[in-house]
Nanobody
């Protein structure tokens, strides 16, 4: 079992920055990916960014060049640095932990709210 605790959400003006953190605890070992998904009102949940334990990253086109995902394997923590924030970035941001072995599992945090507004 994996538990995920997110932090860092809040209110920020357009063009500003926020840094989200997600700490994982429980059964953590290699062969996993952690990432951030977001869901805005009336929209489907979408992938924002993900990173494997070996450092491979994947970003949504809408955030490339603005967001940076990183992780500290020793601390089992993933970060999302969000720069040049836009109103359309407003959403609930969920931390995700994915592992395919010994069986395919996904774990989700409860979400942290990011609001980008003047």
């Amino acid at each position: 079992q994996v538990q995920l605790v997110e932090s860092g959400g809040g209110l920020v003006q357009p063009g500003g920055s926020l840094r989200l953190s997600c700490e994982a605890s429980g059964t953590i070992f290699g062969g996993n990916a952690m990432g951030w998904h977001r869901q805005a009102p009336g929209k489907e949940r979408e992938l924002v960014a993900a990173i494997t334990d070996t450092g491979t990253t994947n970003y949504a086109d809408s955030v490339k060049g603005r967001f940076t995902i990183s992780r500290d394997n020793a601390e089992n923590t993933v970060y999302l640095q969000m720069n040049k924030l836009k109103p359309e970035d407003t959403a609930l941001y969920y931390c995700n932990f994915h592992r395919v072995l010994p069986y395919n599992v996904d774990y989700w945090g409860k979400g942290t709210l990011v609001t980008v507004s003047s």
